[in-house]
């Protein structure tokens, strides 16, 4: 084992930090370290180009401070940067380290989720438009009726720290309506956005109680013990001795103020400047 190999987990910023706290909860005997990068974000709306190069030098960044294995904790980046970060970037400078997403791990279950075959995806523009979603779940359950829903709205709402207040309500309710419009037989809806599990007590009123409504983090975190269960060769390189460190490349008051409540406890963060 590696004196200094940690599990790093990547977020635009704060929603990975929801995923993170699953996967915390989930494997707490070992060595993490979160890098949201708050100065550039949000992501959704980047194009590819710009989604790739920022991903990737945080990324470098991770590897640099002895992580063996990224967990990419942010829709936007996986629809839009992880292939080719795997297929490109891995074999040349990283060949034995990997880096890991959130899209396939819920493809891969989702269909266990609904009766009527009919499902929605509720994310940021650029996750539905990358279609990654729908990719993904056609290998998986390509008898699936898949809909998707961007919600622009959400992420500002929630960053800014009036997710829960009554005039959320409006966008709530304005992107809801226009996802079960698609399709009324819905009966699963999957919040692919990290930061979206904050608007779960609303969405519980709006959406009809028949409708089940899945958050990534549970299922990342379920997904990474079986990936390290089926890969021992890279649990044996990870480090455990419970340290957990966060990082960010924005304001580190705003990032312990909102990413606390993200999080579920205090946290203190470190500045990281990025090319």
């Known amino acids: 084992m590696l004196q ?20 915390a909860d989930r494997l707490p005997a070992y060595d993490y370290i979160y890098l949201g990068d708050n100065a550039r974000s949000p992501y959704g709306d980047q194009p590819f180009d710009v989604i790739y190069k920022y ?7 991770l590897f640099s401070q002895g992580c063996e294995l990224i967990i990419l904790a942010c829709n936007t ?7 080719t970060i795997q297929e490109r970037d891995l074999p040349l400078k990283y060949p034995n380290k990997r880096v890991l997403g959130v899209i396939r791990p819920t493809a891969e279950i989702i269909g ?6 009919s499902v ?3 994310g940021t523009r650029g996750t539905v438009n990358s279609g990654s ?4 779940i056609q290998k998986f359950f390509p008898e699936l009726n898949v809909f998707q829903q961007s919600c622009p709205m959400w992420v500002p709402l929630i960053e800014n720290n009036e997710y829960l207040q009554p005039g959320a309500d409006f966008f709530v ?52 013990a ?40 205090l946290i203190t963060s470190n500045k990281v400047i990025l090319d």
Not at 12 to 18: E, K, N
Not at 133 to 136: A, G, I, M, Q, V
Not at 202 to 215: A, D, G, V, Y
């Open 55 to 61: 991903t990737l030098e945080c990324v470098d960044w």
């Open 120 to 122: 929605g995806i509720m």
């Open 77 to 83: 980046a996986s629809a839009k940067a992880l292939r």
């Open 173 to 224: 309710e304005e992107y809801c309506s226009a996802l079960l419009a698609q399709d009324e037989a819905i009966d699963c809806v999957l919040l692919a956005c990290t930061h979206y599990p904050l608007l779960l007590p609303k969405l519980e009123n709006f959406f009809p109680s028949n409708i089940k409504i899945l958050s990534q983090g549970s299922i990342v975190a379920n997904s990474l």
């Open 112 to 117: 266990g989720f609904t009766e009527s075959k």
């Open 133 to 136: 979603y729908l990719l993904e």
């Open 4 to 23: 200094n190999a940690p599990i790093g987990i990547f977020d635009s910023g704060y929603g990975g930090l929801t995923v993170f706290r699953a996967i």
């Open 226 to 265: 079986d990936y390290l269960a089926r890969h021992p060769e890279m649990e044996k390189r990870l480090s455990k001795t419970r340290e957990k460190k966060f990082y960010t490349s924005g304001d580190l008051s705003s990032f312990n103020q909102h990413g606390s409540h993200f999080f579920g406890e």
